[in-house]
């Protein structure tokens, strides 16, 4: 069924003005009358590009942006520092940037609804809804290597350009001065001085780990420095130490070449292809998703009208009890999509709510209060904290996430217009409590991670606004006689504010049509 357009609504209202009688305006009811059923058709679309981070707007890709890429944000590049640090001995001048990244993201999500409910008695009813979800996530992101200070090693056997010989000048005269090195101790060049003995054999010893720490670096490092900066040069002051103790102290000259390290950083396009490599460590795929198409959380529950009071004249209150059930129907992101979003929460929730309806002639409001709990389910999640996007394959793991409890409140006030329809704005404010993670059972523990990273930002709150234009006609005709009721209301809405956690800057348009019928 195709997605229900805001350009059709004034064409369906004005069919429904005139298929109906005039009756005052109000929004639609939560329950059916006895004995008829409802068919709900709708549509909604949302979409964004910013979310609130904390409280301040930001790109909703503002993960993926970063200034500096250095190991603090890709793990990868942390690995390699580390790598460097042991070789040399140097600590805390040895950085490795790649340069900076910028990321844009729009979403764009579709929701096609499908309803049905029942009037079982006059205050008791049944209903049901089907989501059909369409998912499309936009995004841009790029590097600029400008101010690198490190990039792809030539020689790595997936990132690199399959050139391993940059290095071999340096290692032939390494190996060589150490050979030189060895033959002299074993001929006892250095034994009449105890103390130049001993130099030569801690320099040999030293000078062949060195060797070995080289050679395994330039060969498998993902990264190395690029030349003239702290990474090179505390490479090139471990081997320059060696360098002179061989030739001023030890009289074995010759050994006078140095690393081969790249000039230029990495190009625009190199971090998602390290990202998305199938041999990488992160193992990602292809930054921007396939549009995705599936069906939501399907709900079930019932609804029950526990007041209503409407006099001829004066205050009219009506007042209904609603309880809901979301099932474990929509499908979830893939773990290794970086920019994946799903067509639901996959998770059981029990959602009750309060509805009050107040109405005196033309004016009238639509009070709400709502609690949603949600109940656990099993996902399987790289376990990162989501302002490091870039989590190796190696954390994935099933985890139990308990999702935190929501508690909402609504005011609609309206104002009837015409006969049968009524402009109605609205504000709603919620918040939402922390979720938990935890290991599913049999699921070995990630070292270095835990699950509890995924609920960072989780802990939110935020306030919505609203403006509709709602059609509402109860089947009651001026001559006493009833007819088939019949409503519609088409929704605008903006997520305008939020002090915690990570919300979506939500800009949405729903419309949906009810159809009444008795089937018995």
């Known amino acids: 069924m195709p997605l229900l357009r805001p350009r059709l609504a004034p064409v369906v209202l004005a069919f429904l003005a005139a298929a109906v009688p005039r009756l005052a305006a109000q929004l639609p009811p939560l329950t059916a009358p006895k004995g008829l059923f409802r ?3 709708g549509g909604r679309f949302d979409n964004w590009d910013k979310l609130f981070f904390d409280g301040v707007k930001r790109d909703a890709a503002g993960d993926f942006a970063r200034d500096p890429v250095d190991g603090t944000w890709l793990p990868a590049l ?4 580390q790598r460097i640090r042991a070789i040399t001995g140097v600590q805390a001048s040895v950085s490795l940037e790649l340069g900076k990244t910028s990321a844009h993201e729009l979403v764009n999500i579709g929701t096609e609804n499908i309803g049905a409910a029942y009037g079982l008695t006059r205050r008791l009813t049944l209903f049901g ?4 979800v369409r998912v499309r996530v936009q995004e841009v992101f790029s590097l600029d290597s400008t101010n690198a200070t490190a990039t792809f090693n030539p020689a790595d056997p997936v990132f690199g350009t399959g050139d391993g010989t940059a290095q071999s000048g340096f290692f032939s005269q390494l190996q060589a001065a150490l050979l030189t090195l060895d033959t002299k101790l074993q001929n006892g060049d250095y034994n009449a001085n105890p103390q130049l003995l001993a130099l030569a054999q801690t320099t040999l010893a030293r000078g062949t780990a060195l060797q070995a720490a080289l050679l395994d670096f330039f060969a498998t490092s993902t990264f190395i420095p690029l030349t003239g900066t702290s990474g090179a040069a505390a490479i090139n002051g471990s081997i320059d130490s060696l360098r002179t103790r061989l030739a001023t102290d030890l009289s074995i000259p010759g050994f006078t070449a140095a690393p081969v390290f790249p000039t230029d950083g990495p190009a625009h396009d190199a971090l998602e292809g390290f990202a998305t490599h199938p041999d990488g460590p992160i193992q990602a795929q292809p930054f921007e998703p396939p549009i995705l198409r599936g069906i939501g959380d399907i709900e079930v529950g019932a609804a029950f009208l526990w007041l209503d009071h409407r006099p001829a004249q004066g205050l009219a209150v009506r007042s209904a009890l609603q309880g809901t059930v979301r099932l474990r129907t929509g499908k979830l992101a893939r773990p290794d999509g970086l920019f994946d979003l799903p067509t639901g ?8 709510d309060l509805v009050t309806d107040l109405r005196a002639g033309a004016m009238g409001a639509r ?14 999640r790289r376990l990162t904290p989501p302002d490091l996007p870039f989590a190796p394959a ?4 099933l985890v139990e996430r308990d999702p935190g409890e929501i508690v909402e409140g609504a005011l609609e006030p309206y104002l009837r217009i015409a006969s049968h329809f009524s402009i109605v704005a609205g504000i709603r404010h919620w918040k939402k409590a922390i979720d938990k993670y935890r ?10 991670t835990t699950p509890a990273v995924l609920a960072i930002g989780s802990k939110t709150n935020g306030t919505v606004v609203s403006a509709a234009l709602s059609f509402v006609h109860d089947g009651l005709r001026r ?8 409503d519609a209301i088409l929704r605008g809405e903006l997520v305008v504010g939020s002090g915690q956690g990570r919300v979506p800057v939500k800009q949405s348009v729903s419309l949906v049509l009810r159809l009444y019928r008795k089937i018995f």
Request: hydrophobic share 35%.
């Open 39 to 41: 068919l709900e058709l």
């Open 78 to 81: 942390g690995e390699v520092e």
């Open 129 to 132: 809804t089907i989501p059909i």
């Open 345 to 352: 929460d996959r998770q059981p929730d029990v959602q009750g």
């Open 367 to 380: 009070v709400t209060a709502r609690y949603v709990l949600q109940l656990p389910g099993r996902q399987s």
């Open 394 to 397: 190696t954390t994935l793991a």
């Open 439 to 448: 290991y599913a059972p049999n699921q070995e523990p990630i070292a270095g």
């Open 479 to 486: 001559d006493g006689t009833t007819g088939i009721p019949i």
